[in-house]
């Protein structure tokens, strides 16, 4: 099967299609993972650049905003008035209520500001009057670590009720007089927590992934949500100040708890504080994964298309040919009826291969007809030939039998003259019948029987025969004429040996056959004889049947007839050996009618 055409075909698409197919699906797979990847990778930087652009942007705006108030005339004239200790309580009221004014109209005329709040160490906020602030978080921080922009929290020292519940953010600036650079206290400029929350929660990487905002001690400046990414969280950002120093902005892998992490982050030094997005490998790059394995069905489901189309033209090409190469070795042996049952169904003759089925199966049927046509031909020849040279045999056999029968009446020997006779006209009558070949076993029997009495009458005490026939072979049907030939070689090559001919011929029924058998103590028959022997009854075409000189009947022509008879299911054996005898059975397929 591996050196068949199919076989080569389908292995030939195989090596010119799915080799270079596999490869180009491969290679674009991976060139357009690696696109996407860095795609994917780049957007999520910009995403996280831009919200700190954004927060960048606000800072600046707030940290213009502390400036511009601590440098305002009415929050110096304020200063002014508290370092003064001579002013009285009506101008340090009027100062007060002027800068609360001031930081009212300021707050509403800015968007993005919530409130300005002013501490004095001497005498508190200005809106509380009173000193909690000094235990405030924020407070301390800015004291012991002179932080400056503060995480979220809430403010007591507000204007309102509603202010006070609201988390914000501060901007801490030192409250000095800009003349002396005297230091009362604090000025803090309070915005909005969720001016920055809200947009850095609508950042999303993957289902999961999430930015956040934290101070490079790794606490969050927005109060956000850290759940179970704090962890995660803690090691990227040791990673960042251990691998990332004079880097901005950057990418590095993670691996915690099994799972493979992706982490962004994005530095703010004016503020020391961090953007960081983390999100797992497996949820950034979904949407590779998708198409990775859409683009794997779709190669599989055109490569199966592929195979199966390869396949049809290999079976379009080989089937036909294979049928052709079995209807060939029918044919090769004379089987014409197999070779045309398997020869290739043509539908149309389209194709080359298709017209060469067409072709070949007229030429098979031609042939078939030609071959018949001449073998039934020489098979009317050679049975007209054997029936004529029956006849020649017949009038010789007649005058051999008169001279015996002449010389058994002058020895007055009447009664073997009437059983010799007999015997002869019997003979004749079952020569003589040629209208048709196939005669019982006991009809045949009986003209061997005929025939030897005849050969005994001749020979005398030289010649010793026995017949034995069973009943359920009697009944049975041969052709005609197939044992006397074998018969008189028996007492031919029997005589010559010099001793008494002994001759024995027996019908039986074995194995659901019929086994003729001759046997004599002759002469015998070399081993090369024998082989050839066989050899010519092999021959199916009716040549040999009778021999060159046409005027014996040999034992090849005997067997070369019962093989044109009854074809293949004619077995011989032969039995022989030099000096010995020879033993000839002949096995053929029972006719019972």
């Not at 490079?216 to 950002?237: A, F, I, M, Y």
Request: aromatic content about 8%; overall charge neutral; hydrophobic content about 40%.
């Amino acid at each position: 099967m591996l050196y068949s055409l199919r076989s080569r075909l389908m292995l030939s698409f195989s090596i010119l299609l799915i080799i270079p197919f596999t490869a180009v699906v491969f290679i674009f797979s991976r060139e357009s993972a690696n696109v996407i990847q860095s795609s994917i990778e780049n957007s999520t930087l910009q995403t996280i650049d831009q919200f700190a652009s954004h927060a960048g942007t606000l800072l600046m705006q707030i940290e213009d905003t502390g400036k511009q108030v601590l440098s305002s005339p009415f929050t110096q004239q304020w200063i002014t008035t508290t370092l003064n200790g001579g002013s009285s309580t009506g101008e340090r009221y009027l100062a007060t209520q002027q800068l609360r004014n001031f930081f009212s109209s300021y707050t509403v005329n800015n968007s993005n500001i919530i409130s300005v709040s002013a501490f004095k160490e001497v005498g508190g906020g200005i809106w509380t009057q009173d000193k909690s602030y000094l235990e405030s978080d924020w407070y301390k921080q800015y004291r012991r670590y002179n932080i400056r922009w503060t995480g979220a929290h809430r403010d007591r020292d507000q204007i309102d009720e509603s202010m006070r519940q609201s988390e914000v953010n501060s901007l801490v600036v030192p409250l000095v007089q800009l003349q002396s650079l005297n230091n009362i206290g604090v000025l803090k400029i309070n915005y909005p927590t969720s001016l920055l929350r809200d947009d850095i929660d609508k950042i999303r990487f993957g289902s999961s992934g999430r930015a956040f905002l934290l101070t490079g001690e790794g606490t969050g400046v927005l109060n956000q949500d850290l759940g179970g990414s704090r962890q995660v969280l803690s090691e990227g950002l040791a990673y960042v100040k251990a691998h990332s120093a004079g880097q901005i902005s950057g990418i590095f892998p993670l691996r915690q708890k099994d799972t493979d992490y992706l982490l962004f982050y994005r530095k703010l030094p004016a503020q020391n504080w961090i953007i960081i997005g983390e999100v797992p490998k497996a949820e950034l790059y979904a949407k590779i994964t998708q198409i990775k394995q859409t683009l794997l069905l779709g190669s599989l489901g055109l490569l199966v298309l592929v195979i199966a189309v390869a396949l049809w033209l290999s079976i379009g090409i080989t089937k036909p040919l294979s049928a052709m190469a079995r209807a060939m070795r029918h044919v090769k042996h004379g089987r014409f009826d197999l070779a045309l049952q398997h020869m290739p169904k043509v539908r149309t003759r389209r194709s080359e291969v298709h017209y060469v089925a067409s072709v070949f199966e007229q030429m098979t049927h031609r042939l078939k007809y030609l071959i018949e046509t001449e073998f039934e031909t020489d098979l009317r020849r050679k049975n007209a030939e054997y029936k004529a040279l029956l006849l020649q045999i017949n009038p010789h056999f007649f005058n051999n039998t008169l001279e015996i029968i002449g010389g058994l009446a002058a020895m007055k020997r009447e009664d073997l003259v009437m059983d010799a006779t007999e015997a002869l006209a019997k003979m004749m009558r079952y020569s003589l019948d040629l209208d048709s070949d196939l005669v019982k076993v006991s009809e045949e029997i009986g003209y061997i029987r005929d025939y030897l009495l005849i050969q005994k009458l001749r020979h005398q005490d030289k010649l010793i025969f026995s017949i034995h026939s069973e009943p359920e072979a009697e009944s049975l049907h041969i052709a005609k004429f197939i044992l006397q030939p074998i018969v008189e070689n028996a007492v031919k090559y029997s005589l010559e040996k010099g001793e008494a001919a002994e001759v024995a011929v027996t019908s039986a029924f074995r194995d659901n056959r019929l086994w003729l058998t001759v046997k004599d103590n002759g002469i015998g028959m070399p081993q090369e004889m024998i082989s050839g022997i066989l050899a010519d009854t092999e021959l199916k075409s009716g040549i040999g049947i009778l021999n060159d000189k046409g005027n014996s009947i040999g034992l090849r022509n005997t067997l070369s007839r019962c093989r044109l008879y009854y074809g293949d299911l004619f077995e011989v054996a032969i039995e022989s050996e030099e000096g010995g005898g020879t033993a000839i059975t002949l096995k053929l397929p029972p006719i019972r009618s």
